[in-house]
């Protein structure tokens, strides 16, 4: 009869408690690190206050405030989201460093029949977003905002770029076409269900950062970004589907890209 457990037992125990100890500390010294350096982006009161215009016949409200919570509240971005065009003035502008629209230029004050629909952006409305980015401002532009608002304007002037259509919605890959830009820093070509824009763009060829092609190859521009005065543009075609804009990959464009408009990604 052993009194005592014998020496190959108590080795055992002894590593097991020893592998035990060594993965506890492990774990510990990761959430210690993961706690001690947290983003710089919640290391300062003072940070960039964005405005968001959302929401058309074709685009809830709901479905693009829902899709911007995430990458703007990552990036510690205070934001108000607004729905009412008549907001939109020079003066309520100048509150903000950054604005994003996912909107088109219509609205339908009198109901949806064909013809009903009017352009609400006004001359001093178009006037005040290019000065808000000459001024320095950001301007983060996404799916239908090229669409739909007065031709030969200072609005488009920001764009250098236009509406084209589109097809219905449908699974298309998105491919980077820059991938030495802050703004696809950790980005990969993806594949998406959406709306696939035909975007014509006027701008630099350096300037594009992303392309849609179709399983039949029909492709267009789908991202470009552009410096005007002392502010920063930049286009992002996806954001039709709930799909498109939560997908992992444009989720890192949008924050990549409120990074870069606000000039974070600059070195100091």
């Known amino acids: 009869m052993k009194l005592m457990p014998s020496l190959t037992n108590n080795n055992g125990e002894s590593s097991r408690f020893f ?15 993961q706690i001690n350096n947290s983003s710089d982006v919640y290391s300062s009161v003072d940070r960039p206050r964005a405005l968001v215009m959302m929401g058309d016949r074709y685009h809830s409200p709901v479905h693009v405030r829902d899709g911007l919570m995430r990458p703007l509240a990552l990036e510690n971005i205070p934001v108000v989201y607004i729905e009412n065009h008549e907001a939109l003035t020079a003066e309520a502008l100048k509150e903000f460093d950054l604005l994003i629209f996912l909107k088109d230029g219509n609205i339908w004050p009198n109901g949806y029949e064909r013809g009903a629909q009017v352009q609400w952006m006004t001359d001093e409305q178009q006037q005040a977003v290019y000065d808000f980015v000459d001024n320095g401002g950001g301007f983060l532009a996404l799916h239908n905002s090229h669409g739909l608002y007065p031709p030969n304007g200072p609005y488009y002037e920001v764009f250098k770029g236009d509406f084209g259509g589109h097809p219905a919605p449908e699974e298309f890959m998105v491919r980077v076409e820059d991938k030495n830009h802050p703004i696809t820093a950790g980005v990969e070509d993806f594949r998406v269900f959406d709306e696939q824009h035909m975007s014509k763009y006027y701008g630099d060829p350096d300037q594009l950062l992303l392309r849609n092609i179709s399983d039949a190859n029909k492709s267009a521009p789908a991202g470009w970004w552009r410096e005007m005065g002392k502010g920063r543009f930049v286009y992002l075609a996806p954001g039709h589907t709930k799909e498109a804009i939560g997908h992992p990959m444009m989720v890192k464009l949008l924050r990549n890209s409120v990074r870069w408009l606000t000039k974070q990604t600059d070195e100091k």
């Not at 592998?19 to 210690?32: C, E, N, P, Q, Y």
Request: without cysteine; neutral net charge.
């Open 19 to 33: 592998v035990l100890f060594a993965i506890a500390f492990s774990l510990a010294t990761v959430l210690s690190a």
